[in-house]
Nanobody
C-alpha cells in the first residue's frame, strides 16, 4: 500500500483546507485510517481517525473543526479542516491499518503504512 497526501498549503487563521490521501496498491486490505500531524520539536499527534465501519475519533484540540471522511472506495481519505489556528501548523500524515476492522486506531504503532506528508501552515 502506498499513501500520497495532497492539499496542504499556506492559509490565514480562520481559513479552511481540505487534505486528501490517495492510496494505491493492495487497497482492499486497508481497514482503519487516520491523520497525524507533527510540528517541529513536537511529538507526532493524532488529529483524526476513522474505522473500517465509519466510526470517527477526534482529540479535543480539533473536535468540531476537523472532519475525517473516506471516499466511496477505500482508496481516498480526506481531512476537512476549518477555523484553522496557527497552532495547527504542522506536517500532516495519512496512515492506514490492515489489521483493525471494527475500532478506530489511535496508537500510531498500530498503523502499517504512512504517507510522506503534506505541509500545512497557518498564518496569524
Amino acid at each position: 500500500v502506498q499513501l500520497v497526501e495532497s492539499g496542504g498549503g499556506l492559509v490565514q487563521a480562520g481559513g479552511s483546507l481540505r487534505l486528501s490521501c490517495a492510496a494505491s496498491g493492495s487497497i482492499f486490505s486497508i481497514t482503519a485510517m487516520g491523520w497525524y500531524r507533527q510540528a517541529p520539536g513536537k511529538e507526532r499527534e493524532l488529529v483524526a481517525a476513522i474505522s473500517d465501519g465509519g466510526s470517527t475519533y477526534y482529540p479535543d484540540s480539533v473536535e468540531g473543526r476537523f472532519t475525517i471522511s473516506r471516499g466511496n472506495t477505500k482508496n481516498t481519505l480526506y481531512l476537512q479542516m476549518r477555523s484553522l489556528k496557527p497552532e495547527d501548523t504542522a506536517m500532516y500524515y495519512c496512515a492506514a491499518s490492515v489489521a483493525y476492522t471494527i475500532v478506530v486506531v489511535t496508537n500510531p504503532n498500530e498503523y502499517d503504512y504512512w504517507g510522506q506528508g503534506t505541509q500545512v501552515t497557518v498564518s496569524s
